[in-house]
Nanobody
Framework: VQLQASGGGSVQAGGSLKLSCYARGNPFRVSRNAMFWYRQAPGKQRELVATISSGGSTDLINSVKGRFTISRDNAKNTVYLQMDSLKPEDTAVYYC?????????????WGQGTQVTVSS
């Protein structure tokens, strides 16, 4: 499984960005696996920001609820993170993630990270 993240950039506070995470590798399908967006700000630990389950249910951390939306396009095998009303504290490198479990062993797959910078 290869995850290709894109869409980061620099915006002013209040602006919007949409991150994309394209999953390559047959037979992996985003529709059949939980997908995640993490972020890591300078000097801080990586934190889970958003989750979309195989069934399509979503979850977000409290600090981004009402501003971020996680979604997926099954035909494009791509997961998105729509980020609106961005704040300077959203500045971080954003990573998409998924995992597979084979014979009881979990293997995590990470995208390369995409930088989001929000200026005040």
């Amino acid at each position: 499984v290869q995850l290709q993240a894109s869409g980061g950039g620099s915006v002013q506070a209040g602006g919007s960005l949409k991150l994309s995470c394209y999953a390559r590798g047959n037979p992996f399908r985003v529709s059949r696996n939980a997908m995640f967006w993490y972020r890591q700000a300078p000097g801080k630990q990586r934190e889970l920001v958003a989750t979309i389950s195989s069934g399509g249910s979503t979850d977000l951390i409290n600090s981004v609820k009402g501003r971020f939306t996680i979604s997926r396009d099954n035909a494009k095998n791509t997961v998105y993170l729509q980020m609106d009303s961005l704040k300077p504290e959203d500045t971080a490198v954003y990573y998409c993630n998924t995992y597979l479990i084979n014979r009881g062993t979990r293997t995590d797959y990470w995208g390369q990270g995409t930088q989001v910078t929000v200026s005040s």
